[in-house]
């Protein structure tokens, strides 16, 4: 019901900045939460940041000063500005959000992208 669509990922040098975009579509009724998780292979998921429909924003502490979640309401869309990478940012990173969606029924769920696969490497 809800379409996930990630880009903006790629090779950066540490140091260096990539923004990633998440647009949302489909039957939606209204998104709440929307975020970024990251993944590496082995390990769990991990929140990366959130932000509401309001604009309140929470940072995992590994991403504070560097990383900077944004959202256009009107697009559907999320943002992630990423500043200052460094290799161990390196993972496949996941937008999220909690939409309410549907046509003849409204249904509240939790949607995720395809994921981006972000590396930070010289």
């Known amino acids: 019901q809800v379409l996930l669509v990630e880009s903006g990922g790629g090779l950066v040098q540490p140091g260096g900045s990539l923004k990633l975009s998440c647009a949302a579509s489909?039957?939606?009724?209204?998104?709440?939460?929307m975020g970024w998780y990251r993944q590496v292979p082995g390990k769990q998921r991990e929140l990366v940041t959130t932000?509401?429909?309001?604009?309140?924003?929470v940072y995992t502490d590994s991403v504070k000063g560097r990383f900077t979640i944004s959202r256009d309401n009107a697009k559907n869309t999320v943002y992630l500005q990423m500043n200052s990478l460094k290799p161990e940012d390196t993972a496949v990173y996941y937008c999220?959000?909690?939409?309410?969606?549907?046509?003849?029924?409204?249904?509240?769920?939790?949607?995720w992208g395809q994921g981006t696969q972000v590396t930070v490497s010289s």
């Open positions: 489909g039957s939606i009724f209204s998104i709440y939460d």
């Open positions: 999220n959000a909690v939409a309410a969606a549907g046509i003849a029924t409204i249904n509240l769920n939790n949607y």
């Open positions: 932000i509401t429909s309001g604009g309140s924003t």
